[in-house]
């Protein structure tokens, strides 16, 4: 029956045998006379203890299990045997020492730390470069909307510092032997061997008396690191902001710029909109040089702020972007004028229809949309690009505006004006005649389109109808409720068809209209030319000209006979 005694082992408690502890001692005292004038002898010791008990501690599986003489054989197995080393300087400089390497352990490098030593420490951990880690940290909270600095604050919490040499050896994943313990307090003293030598120990005696002197120093110290930090943030955020520029514009040049190579939706639009899909390539190509050029050097400053020493790309090449990005905006300068005198001069074409409604008729009017291009009666100066029904693509716009006058004739009209734009008159005046707008009438009911169509080769500029009906004075007009958004006009057209009196007779009057079926309140309309003698002289005029057109002009019965009349805006 063997005594059992407790030892403290690098603060950890430990049941050991009688004997076992005596192999134990006798092992720690053969250690510490093998490092007899050594630097930093106690700290190794202490390391040597730590990982002993870090041994035991695996081996161990309740606390009141008792450490016995196999436990110490496989420990000190582990450790190797003190005169296995030969300590002194040629160990270091003349042979190799071969240990068996360990795996990796995750601690965090607080040496080598901007924060809390966790991405230095995972660095080790995993083999990468510790700014890589730090970029990548910074990239996952933006994109993590700041979530992943919860997990950069847990892991600061939860995993160990690195403070022992064991846990640095383990950290690097070298095995934990008294022969690298001591080789790397010995790294750690030649770092600092010089410094220590040339200190003034009377000098900073002074200055731990004086005390303010020190503080200063610290608050320098922290205000540096502070800026430093700001500045490799700039860094990240130039490289970051540059880097996602120059890949958008990588891919917006074989996306938008090629057509046939990659089909994309948009593609039909620019080629509409723009140049055409012969100058599309060369103006995505100076794009790209305009815009990626500057944000190129860009990405080359923030690699400069984050990497030190970093290589530069030469002379040659600076002049050589330079001269391309300026051959790039004198490019797209070129293109832009040219495609601002695309759209130079406007043209129209106007079409002039009677409409067989007399001072005693009721006109009911109403829009039309198009079930083949999923089109629904609405005003929009948007465009889109469909197939009609024969399979044909088409442009299509719902930019047409509705008109309503009143007319001294004894029979009404209607006027078509069809508008678009182009490089010089007759361009834009064919472009215009090209609109296919259709309407209908029948049985006192007339149907307006409330789209326009046009070939793709005509392109899209600005193509849009204006529909004005000029009807008797003493008529009937219904507007249908899907005409609200086509005759939202302001008064500089006269329209005296006003929002809000949809799907009400309104009879046509010399002033505009009086509506039939409107509750009390909403009969009273206030006069657009006021109760004074000018309105009375306005309306002698009114019936003057109306007297010179039907001397003039015979009415025609027939809604499908047109007349074009060509106009300079």
Same mark, same amino acid.
């Given at each position: 029956?063997?005594k ?24 720690l ?20 203890e ?53 795996g ?15 991405s ?9 470069d510790?700014?890589?880690?730090? !970029?990548?940290?910074?990239l996952?909270?933006? +994109? =993590?909307? $700041?979530? #992943?600095?919860? @997990? ?5 919490? *939860? ?17 934990v ?10 790294e ?57 520029? !120059?890949?958008?514009?990588f891919?917006?040049? +074989? =996306?938008? $710029?090629? #057509?046939?190579? @990659? ?5 039909? *639009? ?34 400069k ?60 009017? =109403?829009?039309?949309g198009?079930?083949q ?35 001294t ?21 064919a ?11 029948s ?22 109808v ?16 899907n ?81 074009a ?5």
């Open positions: 029956m063997n059992t005694v407790n030892i403290n082992l690098a603060g950890v408690f430990f049941h050991i045998d009688e004997d076992a502890y005596a192999r134990l001692q006798h092992y005292e053969a250690i510490r006379r093998s490092l007899t004038n050594t630097h930093g002898q106690e700290e190794i010791i202490h390391d040597i730590a990982r002993i008990a870090e041994l035991f501690s695996e081996k161990i599986k309740t606390e009141r299990q008792v450490i016995g003489v196999r436990e110490v054989d496989e420990v000190i197995a582990v450790m190797g045997q003190p005169e296995d080393y030969v300590l002194d300087e040629e160990i270091f400089e003349d042979e190799p020492v071969y240990t068996k390497r360990r990796k352990k995750l601690f965090r490098d607080t040496e080598n730390s901007y924060v809390g030593g966790v230095s420490g995972l660095a080790h951990y995993t083999g990468i510790a700014l890589w880690i730090r !970029l990548l940290w910074i996952l909270t933006i +994109f =993590s909307t $700041g979530a #992943f600095i919860l @997990i950069y604050i847990a892991l600061w919490i *939860f995993v160990p510092e690195a403070k022992t040499t064991a846990d640095k050896l383990a950290m690097h994943g070298e095995e032997t008294i022969s690298n313990i001591e080789k790397k307090i010995r750690g003293f030649d770092e600092v061997s010089g410094k220590v030598k040339d200190i003034n120990y009377e000098k900073y005696g002074y200055k731990a008396k004086a005390g303010a002197s020190s503080a200063a120093t610290a608050v320098g110290d922290v205000v540096k690191f502070l800026l430093n930090l700001f500045v490799k943030l700039i860094g990240v955020f130039l490289l970051l902001i540059a880097g996602a520029t !120059l890949i958008g514009l891919i917006g040049l +074989f =996306s938008i $710029g090629t #057509f046939g190579i @990659i089909e994309a939706p948009w593609t039909d *639009f620019i080629e509409i909109t723009g140049p055409g899909a012969d100058s599309i390539w060369i103006i995505s190509a100076l794009a790209f040089f305009a815009v990626g050029i500057p944000f190129f050097f860009l990405f080359i400053l923030g690699l702020i984050l990497v030190k020493n970093l290589r530069s790309i030469g002379k040659t090449a600076k002049l050589v972007l330079l001269a391309l990005w300026i051959i790039s905006i004198l490019g797209l300068v070129f293109f832009g004028i040219q495609e601002a005198t695309e759209r130079a001069f406007d043209g129209e074409v106007r079409i002039s229809e009677t409409l067989p409604v007399t001072s005693n008729d009721t006109l009911y009017i =109403s829009m039309m198009d079930p291009l999923n089109s629904t009666p609405y005003r929009s100066g948007d465009f889109n690009i469909s197939y009609d029904q024969n399979d044909q693509k088409v442009i299509w716009s719902q930019d047409v505006q509705l008109i309503v006058k009143s007319t004739d004894s029979v009404g009209r209607m006027e078509i004006i069809k508008y678009a734009e182009g490089k010089n008159y007759e361009e834009a005046r472009r215009a005649e090209n609109i296919n707008y259709s309407t209908s009438f049985n006192g009911r007339l149907e307006l389109g409330g789209i326009l169509t046009t070939d793709p080769e005509n392109k899209y500029r600005d193509q849009r204006q529909v004005t009906l000029f009807l008797p004075i003493g008529a009937v007009i219904y507007a249908a409720d005409t609200y958004s086509f005759h939202r006009n302001s008064d500089y057209y006269d329209d005296i068809l006003h929002n809000g009196y949809e799907e009400r007779h309104l009879r046509i009057t010399r002033e505009g209209t009086e509506c039939l079926d409107c509750p009390a309140e909403e009969e009273e309309e206030e006069d657009p030319w006021g109760d004074s003698e000018e309105s009375e002289d306005m309306e002698t005029d009114w019936d003057t000209e109306a007297a010179e057109e039907n001397a003039s002009e015979v009415p025609n019965t027939n809604l499908r006979d047109t007349t009349v060509d106009t300079i805006p």
